[in-house]
């Protein structure tokens, strides 16, 4: 990216982002800027091949280098600026790393008299407790947040160079403004500091009369971790930001008054609810952490081999998501078994903890929920963040549209880029009032309109249950009757679960009718194993020769058993065993041993009953003798990714002849060669994918397959465990 970078300030941070530069091969040359003091430190930069050269002379440190970088404690950045001030280039790109972003521009605007274009403060959240450039490591910004705070006249093309920096080193990146920076950053990075500092300092003082430091061990260890940082460094820090940081210590002192009272008053219960608020909440920052810093996973494949066995896959993922919004919103304790212990359900059943409900578990797929009843909602404290999870959107949209609360939903990368128009348009005819971006996706902003709701009459443009779950869901807050009409069945989990709960729900023809009237009575939940999990080894077992699996307690509900007309059609043999039905959903045995399949035109009326299981379809058309069609399959092209694309493209990859069209797919089967494959972050294709392995000619490898555990986190296992020569690794 730079032919020169110069670092002003080689230290932990000046020299990490030296040495992960040179790593990451960002820069040619490398320089280093320090005081005369600091000459033996640089020296020893040069030593060990953090730099390639230093200078104590800014004029010639930072003569013809592309990129800046002030590296120094945030109390001197005013100085360094006026440093650099006689020797600013227009054609240098100049950023910072300071903590505090309000008092870097104080300090541009005290050398400038304004901010220079082509200044991109940034701070990487990143550091460790050691200082020195001894203390560098490539590496420290990998994974990491890093946030930008750009002012109105920011030059865009040094804007993006910066972030394609940090990028390079690793960093996830955000940009806002300094403000924001400083508020967030006080809250979550200066105030723990602070509160470390004065414990220790509190107990230190103690401790020189009662050695009570001698019996401290790991809690005190972790908690006090931070106050082994620099001392002037966070004096300067938090001089810098004291605007934003008192107000939080006056907040944090009575949180303490609080905890102080119920403990005083014996408040065991409100104690209670406090810490497992908190213990909820760090649960979410945790999740969240995993989640930007999650390794890359790749599935590797090698080729042939058979499915033996029998096995039981997890719980339906759309059974799931309704058990717990359900569950939340009846009067009464519901038990389910067979939860979905995936993140996708996980992100429902956070975002009713979130609104106030207790929810026990989930261990080994037990949860208890504590109902609220059907007002018994709480406003959310912040944002709901669904995660990869298209179900949780779309009916939580209907459900709080009636609350008497506002909410914002907000989801990944994939989630914000798909369509919510098609529940926000008809929640909008009931009196809604939902704010989407500009293209109709994510972030959903809701404002409450408890008893405003009306019934509408609507008859769906596309055959989709969480667009029909959606409206049910606002019906039971509107005034009059809510009737939605499918063009095609749709599975119908959410009637039949609502009939379990007691909740009154008519079924006429294609029309299912709610209204407010009505409450939900708690009841226990089995949920079966998920169809949409299990077809990955009916086609694995289908195109392995010699293959002979038995699918247990699976899901049949006539709404979802498309995959298994579809293989029957190709010539499969699955048989269907111990039919019975379990809390109102059919459930049966499947088994299925291997037969040679012939490819076939998918007939239309099976497209909504197998619509989460075309990417492995796809696979077993691979395998077919002749050639397979699917149309009126355009829904596919906005599920978790474009699933024509990209099954298309991959299967293309692995030598088979696949056309993609704008509603569906023409595939020659024949041989599956093997290669390299993208999932594009979409779990069904990287498992897809994987089963595709069954009947290659050579390994594949599948990237980018962490979202695997959106619904199917045993899969790997699982799948090895019956005879795929899987081999995962995480980097
Ligand atoms: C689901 C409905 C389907 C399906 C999704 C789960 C549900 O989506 O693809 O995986 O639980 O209601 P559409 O309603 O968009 O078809």
């Known amino acids: 990216m730079f032919n020169k970078l110069c670092i002003i300030g080689v230290g932990l941070i000046g020299g990490s982002i030296a040495k992960s530069a040179r790593a990451h091969k960002l820069a040619t040359t490398i320089v280093g800027f320090g005081r005369e003091a600091d000459v033996q ?48 280039s227009s054609q240098t790109i ?45 590496g420290l910004f990998a994974n990491k947040r890093l946030i930008i705070t750009p ?72 908690f006090t971790r931070i106050a082994s940082s620099d001392p002037t460094m966070w004096a300067d820090i938090c001089a ?19 905890l102080y009272r119920l403990l005083a008053d014996d408040d065991r219960q409100q104690l209670f609810t406090t810490f497992s608020y908190a213990n909820n909440a760090r649960q979410r920052f945790l999740n969240q952490i995993e989640s930007i810093m999650s390794k890359s996973i790749t599935f590797q494949i090698q080729p042939g081999g058979k499915l033996h066995g029998e096995t039981r896959v997890p719980g339906d993922k759309s059974m799931s998501h309704r058990s717990i919004m359900l569950g939340s919103l009846a009067e009464g304790v519901t038990h389910v078994t067979g939860f979905l212990e995936a993140e996708d359900a996980l992100a429902t059943l ?45 009916l939580l949209s209907g459900l709080l549209a009636g609350q008497p609360f506002n909410s914002v939903l907000t989801g990944d990368k994939s989630l914000s880029g798909r369509p919510m128009k098609r529940v926000t348009d008809p929640l909008a005819k009931m009196g809604a009032d939902i704010k989407t971006t500009e293209q109709g996706t994510a972030p959903l902003h809701i404002t409450g309109k408890a008893g405003q709701l009306t019934a509408i009459d609507y008859t769906m443009p596309m055959a989709s249950a969480q667009v029909k779950s959606c409206l049910l869901l606002a019906g039971m807050y509107a005034q009059g009757e809510t009737r939605v009409t499918e063009p095609a069945p749709t599975r119908d989990h959410t009637e039949r679960m609502l009939a379990g709960f007691s909740y009154p729900v008519k079924r006429e023809g294609s029309t299912a009718s709610i209204s407010a009237e009505g409450s939900l009575k708690a009841m226990d939940i089995d949920v079966p194993s998920d169809i949409s999990s299990a077809a990955f080894f009916l086609v694995g077992a289908s195109i392995a020769p010699g293959s002979d699996v038995t699918l247990k307690h699976v899901g049949i509900n006539p709404t979802r058993t498309g995959v298994i007309d579809i293989l029957r059609l190709m010539g499969a043999n699955i048989e269907v065993l111990n039919e019975r039905e379990v809390g109102g959903e059919p459930v049966a045995d499947l088994h299925v041993v291997y037969s040679p399949l012939t490819g076939i035109d998918i007939p239309e009326h099976l497209v909504p ?26 829904e596919l092209r906005v599920k978790e990714s474009d699933r024509i694309q990209v099954m298309a493209d991959g299967l293309l990859i692995l030598g088979v002849d696949a056309k993609p069209t704008p509603d569906g797919m023409i595939i020659q089967g024949g041989t599956i060669g093997g290669g390299v494959v993208e999932s594009h972050g979409d779990h069904r294709i990287a498992m897809s994918f994987s089963i595709a392995g069954l009947r290659a000619q050579a390994p594949i490898t599948v990237l980018d397959c962490a979202n695997v555990n959106t619904s199917f986190p045993e899969f790997k296992d699982l799948v090895k465990a019956l005879g795929l020569a899987l081999v995962c690794t995480e980097e």
């Open 41 to 88: 430190n640089l020296q020893t930069a040069k030593q060990i091949g953090v730099i390639d050269d230093y200078y104590v002379d800014i004029a010639a440190a930072v003569a013809g280098a592309d990129a800046v970088v002030i590296a120094t404690p945030v109390a001197s950045i005013t100085a360094v600026l006026a440093l650099l001030k006689p020797f600013w």
């Open 609 to 634: 009953l197998a619509i989460d299981e075309f990417p492995v379809l796809f696979v077993a058309a691979a395998c077919a003798q002749g050639q397979t069609r699917l149309s009126g399959a355009e």
């Open 151 to 222: 002012v109105d006249n920011t030059n865009t093309e040094a804007l993006r160079k910066v972030q394609r920096f940090w990028q390079g080193l690793g960093s996830a990146v955000s940009v806002m403004d300094a403000t924001r920076h400083d508020h967030v950053l006080a809250a979550t990075s200066h105030l723990p500091h602070i509160l470390a500092f004065a414990l220790v300092d509190m107990l230190g003082h103690k401790d020189e009369q009662s050695e009570i430091f001698k019996y401290a061990a790991g809690g005190f260890k972790d």
């Open 240 to 258: 810098a930001n004291k605007q934003a940081i008192l107000p939080l210590i006056r907040q944090l002192q009575s949180e303490l008054d609080k």
């Open 350 to 394: 956070q975002a009713f903890r979130d609104m106030g409900v207790e929810i026990e578990g989930p261990t080994n797929g037990c949860v208890t929920i504590h109902g609220v009843g059907k007002h018994g909602l709480k406003a959310p404290k912040n944002d709901l963040y669904l995660g990869n999870s298209g179900t949780s959107m779309r």
């Open 94 to 138: 100049y950023t910072d790393v300071g903590s505090t972003k309000g008092s870097v521009l104080a300090a541009a605007q005290t050398v400038f008299g304004y901010v220079p274009d082509n200044f991109v403060p940034a701070h990487p959240i990143a550091g460790g407790e050691q200082s020195g450039v001894l203390a560098a490591v490539d």
